[in-house]
């Protein structure tokens, strides 16, 4: 299968702690997005990487979030300093036009 | 503001028991209209892209259709399978813009 993984698929941290989350996008696929989703919540618009380039970000992207797609291939999302309103699934997707979520990294900060 | 609204959001219907999903939106220049469905811990999976009103496209027992202001879809004769939160989102123009889904419950 060569869909779009995430890697972990759970991750519990306390409160303060570093986390960074890892995307392998479609291998074809030169557009790769972030969003959150919470309970009850459709998924949230984070950033957007077209190849290595960084294009938009969302205002919901706060100084402690960074993510990186080095060489356009896969693509890391940072969290520093956790906060418990960062609990949430953080979805990675790819696209050449129509976007394939992958299977989300359930992120609990405690 | 673009803006997404799905209604209802839950709905319970008993298998065979045919309804439809509504989805409202406002997006200054639609660039496309997507349906996914989600299963609870997992990924939204594509269903369908639409792109201009008046335009259907069909998949099993789910059919999507799309006017300038809304999209249907429909579930014809649904089985307990069918059971999952369906999310609607239109491009604009390099992101989604979700809806909050319905969540469908379909029992024997």
């Known amino acids: 299968d060569t869909g779009v993984s995430q890697d972990p698929r759970h991750k519990i941290t306390k409160r303060g702690q570093n986390v960074t989350f890892r995307c392998d996008p479609i291998?074809?696929?030169?557009?790769l997005y972030w969003y959150r989703q919470t309970l009850g919540q459709g998924p949230e618009f984070l950033t957007y990487?077209?190849?290595?380039?960084?294009?938009?970000k969302s205002r919901l992207l706060s100084d402690r979030f960074s993510a990186e797609r080095p060489k356009g291939s896969f693509s890391t999302l940072e969290i520093q300093r956790t906060e418990q309103g960062d609990s949430a699934m953080y979805l990675c997707?790819?696209?050449?036009?129509?976007?394939?979520f992958g299977p989300g990294t359930r992120l609990t900060v405690t | 503001e673009d803006q997404v609204t799905q209604s209802p959001e839950a709905l319970r219907l008993q298998e065979g028991e045919s309804s439809s999903l509504n989805c409202s939106y406002t997006?200054?220049?639609?660039?496309?209209l997507f349906w996914y469905r989600q299963d609870p811990g997992k990924g939204p999976e594509f269903l369908f892209t639409?792109?201009?009103a008046g335009e259907e496209k069909e998949k099993e027992r789910l059919k999507a259709t799309l006017t300038k202001k809304e999209s249907f879809l429909h579930i014809t004769a649904p089985k307990p399978e069918d059971s999952a939160t369906y999310l609607c989102?239109?491009?604009?123009?390099?992101?989604?813009?979700f809806g909050t889904g319905t969540r469908l419950q379909v029992f024997p």
């Open positions: 639409l792109y201009s």
């Open positions: 997006v200054s220049g639609l660039r496309g």
């Open positions: 990487f077209q190849n290595e380039a960084q294009l938009e």
């Open positions: 291998s074809e696929h030169n557009r």
């Open positions: 989102a239109v491009q604009a123009p390099d992101k989604l813009i």
């Open positions: 997707a790819s696209s050449p036009y129509e976007q394939y």
